[in-house]
């Protein structure tokens, strides 16, 4: 698991380094949320149209489990917002939810 969903606003997206912000992505995964690399799911969707809120919204899901509490969340939060304003140039809204394991069921 991690999965990440980030919707950007389309002009955004134009010369963005994807590349990079998916290695960065990986990286606090793994390092934070102590996610194995194949697992981590990134998906980044062009926002047509944002005629409210931030032009970079990303949301997060993960397994709950006793490593993930708020401070190394809170951490988490702080790089992949440094690594979305390094990527779109825009400071991101962020949601993260843990998902209880006993009600996730996940195939590949």
Do not use: W
């Not at 990286?27 to 981590?40: F, N, P, W």
């Amino acid at each position: 698991m991690p999965v990440i969903k980030a919707f950007v606003s389309s002009p955004l997206l134009a010369d963005a380094p994807l590349a990079a912000l998916g290695a960065a992505t990986e990286r606090a995964c793994v390092d934070l949320l102590g996610a194995q690399a194949a697992q981590v799911q990134l998906v980044v969707v062009a926002a047509h149209a944002v005629p409210r809120g931030c032009p970079v919204y990303l949301e997060v899901q993960f397994r709950r489990n006793e490593r993930r509490g708020a401070q190394v969340v809170a951490r988490f939060m702080d790089v992949m917002e440094g690594a979305l304003d390094a990527c779109f140039g825009a400071v991101p809204r962020i949601r993260c939810f843990s998902e209880d394991q006993d009600f996730l069921h996940a195939r590949n």
